[in-house]
């Protein structure tokens, strides 16, 4: 079974900062997904950033850049130029990935609240 | 809008009432997923299909819990003899591969 934990429950950040949140994970397994969600205050679930495990290099998204560690079983989110609708819960989620049988159940973390303030 | 629809949003229910939920996920999507998610805390998962056949079913979907997914397009979801317990977000997703999530349907059972 594979865990997930964000230790931040609650970040806040000055518009136009960076700020990063972290997530870490544990797993047997050796092929697989990690996912960074925003869920914006009653609205639904989007999906920010993926990262492939076998792949060594970083994900980018414009202002949304992770930080993948494998061996120390890390994934943190650095959102640079923070702004007002950022403004979020930030859900980190783990899903193995079965080859050709792609797709299974994400795994979330607890979440981090992050508050954007102008 | 083409992304994945749920109904209803709210539904607030006595104890004791069956209640049951719809997904409508993306069109070309193969695989459907509910979720549930209680206030402040991530989304668990509860059981998942591809095209008609449910393929896997958490430890949390409890005998009162049945969902299909007929013809492999919509789902429901259906809660019998519903409890406080069950007060919560279900939230639906759909894929194939990356999960899009509907905008959930919020119970509340009194």
């Known amino acids: 079974a594979q865990t997930v934990t964000q230790s931040q429950p609650e970040m806040s950040v000055q518009e136009a900062e960076t700020v990063t949140l972290s997530c870490t994970y544990d797993?047997?397994?050796?092929?697989?997904?990690l996912f960074w969600y925003k869920q914006p205050p009653s609205r639904q679930m989007i999906l920010v950033i993926r990262?492939?495990?076998?792949?060594?290099q970083n994900a980018t998204e414009n202002r949304f850049s992770v930080n993948f560690q494998k061996a120390a079983k890390s994934f943190s989110l650095k959102i640079s130029d923070s702004q007002l609708g950022d403004t979020a819960m930030y859900f980190c989620?783990?899903?193995?990935?079965?080859?050709?049988?792609?797709?299974?159940?994400?795994?979330f973390g607890g979440g981090t609240r992050l508050m954007v303030k102008p | 809008d083409t992304g994945v629809s749920q109904d209803p949003r709210h539904k607030i229910t006595k104890r004791g009432q069956n209640v049951t939920f719809r997904c409508d996920p993306i069109?070309?999507?193969?695989?459907l997923y509910w979720y549930r998610q209680t206030l402040g805390q991530g989304p668990e998962f509860l059981t998942y299909?591809?095209?008609?056949?449910?393929?896997?079913k958490s430890r949390l979907l409890s005998d009162r819990f049945s969902a299909e997914r007929p013809k492999g397009s919509f789902s429901t979801l259906e809660i019998q003899r519903t409890e406080q317990g069950d007060s919560a977000m279900y939230l639906c997703?759909?894929?194939?591969?990356?999960?899009?999530f509907g905008p959930g349907t919020r119970l509340t059972v009194l």
């Open positions: 997703a759909s894929s194939p591969e990356k999960q899009f």
């Open positions: 797993t047997s397994e050796n092929n697989y997904y």
């Open positions: 990262q492939e495990a076998y792949k060594q």
């Open positions: 989620a783990f899903m193995k990935h079965d080859g050709d049988n792609a797709g299974n159940m994400l795994t």
């Open positions: 069109s070309e999507h193969n695989r």
């Open positions: 299909f591809q095209n008609e056949a449910q393929l896997e």
